[in-house]
């Protein structure tokens, strides 16, 4: 339990600290949201989390797959009968497989290199944080039968497009457009980017450039 691996590679040392390893298999618990659940929005890292520990230290695991329990902060029971995907209980495992191990070097050598290439840069030069690292929530389409609705504070659209709902956003935005020509082309469609969410929780929101241009952009809600 809680034991601190590390691992030399060059000239960086690479340290991770697991919570429990159970018969070759990682766990590891996450006090978070439930949105952050509903939304699977750090799937990745958590895998990849998983695969540097095992990367740190094939022997004691050995399993290629690893646990993550949840733990949810504002969990409300009065949600799981209205939403059948809320988690039942203020709890929950779920399982994520782990990285090959030398597509997991891949990813820590590529890390190094861009901390040695970047580690001297001006914040301006350094590059943006991906759609994945903002955690994004997918975009809207939205069909507007009277488009001077759409410029009006407040204007309601007469149908919403989501990806929960046609399942991707190829499919929502093709959908938005079989509306429009069902309605023989009267109306508009306006593309409602996805919100950000992690610059909330980022260290480095203060001295973030990228942050600024996204709360201009209404893609960053500070409220």
């Known amino acids: 339990m809680e034991q601190r691996l590390a691992r030399k590679l060059g000239k960086w040392t690479i340290t991770g600290k697991f919570d429990f390893i159970g018969e070759g298999r990682v766990q590891d618990f996450k006090s ?11 799937n990745n890292k958590y895998a990849l989390q998983g695969s540097i520990y095992r990367w740190l230290d094939p022997k004691k695991i050995t399993q290629d797959e690893m646990d993550i329990h949840f733990i949810f902060t504002d969990h409300q029971a009065s949600k799981v ?39 001297s840069a ?44 046609f399942g991707s956003v190829v499919g929502a935005r093709q959908a938005a457009h079989l509306r429009l020509s069902e309605e023989k082309g ?20 203060p001295v973030c ?15």
């Open 209 to 223: 450039s990228q942050k600024d241009k996204l709360i201009a952009a209404g893609e960053l809600n500070m409220g």
């Open 81 to 119: 009968k209205m939403d059948p995907s809320y988690p039942a209980y203020p709890f929950k495992r779920q399982v994520f497989p782990l990285l090959p191990l030398a597509e997991t070097t891949k990813f820590i050598l590529d890390k190094t290199t861009g901390l040695e290439r970047y580690w």
């Open 32 to 42: 978070t949201v439930v949105w952050t659940y509903l939304n699977q929005v750090n």
């Open 186 to 205: 009267v109306g508009i469609i306006v593309e409602k980017p996805g919100e950000v969410m992690a610059c909330k929780y980022c260290p480095a929101f």
């Open 122 to 165: 001006d914040e301006e030069d350094i590059p943006p944080c991906n759609d994945e690292d903002l955690w994004r929530s997918d975009p809207v389409f939205k069909y507007y039968k009277n488009p001077d609705k759409a410029n009006q504070p407040g204007g309601r659209s007469t149908k919403n497009f989501t990806v929960d709902d």
